[in-house]
C-alpha cells in the first residue's frame, strides 16, 4: 500500500453533469498530480499541484480544474462531463527530496453514460 | 509520434522464463525513468527507478537505461504468475517539487505468466 487514498472508487454519472474527486496524499508529501487512464492507454498527465498551487498542467479543457489543501489532500473537479471521460482517475503523490518519485493511489472509475 | 512508444503486447511467457520489456521515446530532456506494474483495477505501483544512463538491479528486476539510444527496458528473471500484469514504462524530464514534475507514460504491456 502506498498510502495515498482516493475516493470513491466508483462512480456513474451522466452527460453534463459535474464530479470531484479526491485524494489524500501520502504523509510528509507535498505534491500531488492527477493522471487520466482510458482502457488499454498509459495515464495522462492532468495536472499537477505543489504547496496548493498548480505547478504544471498537461492538454485538457479548463473544465478540468483541480484544488490542494493545505494539509496537502486534492480535489480533481470535471465539468460538463462527455463520453470520453469515462476513464479510470489516479492520484500521485510525490516526496519533496528531488527525484520525482510518484506514488499512486488505486484511482477512481468514472462512467459516464 | 508519441513521445514514448512501448510494444502493447500482449506477451505471454511460461513460468521461470527471463521476460524482456522496452521502450524508445523521443524527447531527449528525459532525465528520470520508471518502470511500473499495474494489476487489473489497481493503480501503478513503483518497480524501479533510474536516473540517467545505466543498470539498476533489484531482486529479479533489472532496469537498464540508454539515452544515448533513447531506450530503456525492464528485465524479470525467473518470472512467476504473480509477475502477470501490465507493466508501465514512465519518464520525467524534471525532479519535481518547484520543477515540473508530469511523468510521461508508455501505453503499457501486457504480460502473463503461466505456470
Known amino acids: 500500500e502506498t498510502g495515498v487514498t482516493q475516493s470513491p472508487t466508483h462512480l456513474i454519472k451522466t452527460r453534463g453533469q459535474q464530479v470531484t474527486l479526491r485524494c489524500s496524499s501520502q504523509?510528509?508529501?507535498?505534491?500531488v498530480s492527477w493522471y487520466q487512464q482510458a482502457l488499454g492507454q498509459g495515464p495522462q498527465f492532468i495536472f499537477q499541484?505543489?504547496?496548493?498551487?498548480?505547478?504544471g498542467r498537461g492538454n485538457f479543457p479548463p473544465r478540468f480544474s483541480g484544488l490542494q489543501f493545505p494539509n496537502y489532500s486534492s480535489e480533481l473537479n470535471v465539468n460538463a462531463l462527455e463520453l470520453d471521460d469515462s476513464a479510470l482517475y489516479l492520484c500521485?503523490?510525490?516526496?519533496?527530496?528531488?527525484?520525482?518519485?510518484?506514488?499512486f493511489g488505486a484511482g477512481t472509475r468514472l462512467s459516464v453514460l | 509520434q508519441k513521445e514514448v512508444e512501448q510494444d502493447p503486447g500482449p506477451l505471454s511467457v511460461p513460468e521461470g522464463a527471463i521476460v524482456s520489456l522496452n521502450c524508445t521515446y523521443s524527447?531527449?530532456?528525459?532525465?528520470?525513468f520508471m518502470w511500473y506494474r499495474q494489476y487489473s483495477r489497481k493503480g501503478p505501483e513503483l518497480l524501479m527507478y533510474?536516473?540517467?544512463?545505466g543498470n539498476k538491479e533489484d531482486g529479479r528486476f533489472t532496469a537498464q537505461v540508454d539515452k544515448s539510444s533513447k531506450y530503456i527496458s525492464l528485465f524479470i528473471r525467473d518470472s512467476q504468475p504473480s509477475d502477470s500484469a501490465t507493466y508501465l514504462c514512465?519518464?520525467?524530464?524534471?525532479?519535481?517539487?518547484?520543477?515540473?514534475?508530469?511523468?510521461?507514460f508508455g501505453q503499457g504491456t501486457i504480460l502473463t505468466v503461466h505456470p
Open positions: 504523509s510528509g508529501h507535498n505534491t
Open positions: 500521485a503523490s510525490s516526496t519533496p527530496g528531488g527525484k520525482n518519485i510518484q506514488y
Open positions: 533510474t536516473y540517467s544512463s
Open positions: 514512465a519518464m520525467s524530464e524534471n525532479a519535481g517539487g518547484t520543477s515540473y514534475g508530469k511523468l510521461t
Open positions: 524527447n531527449s530532456a528525459f532525465q528520470y
Open positions: 499541484y505543489y504547496r496548493e498551487e498548480e505547478n
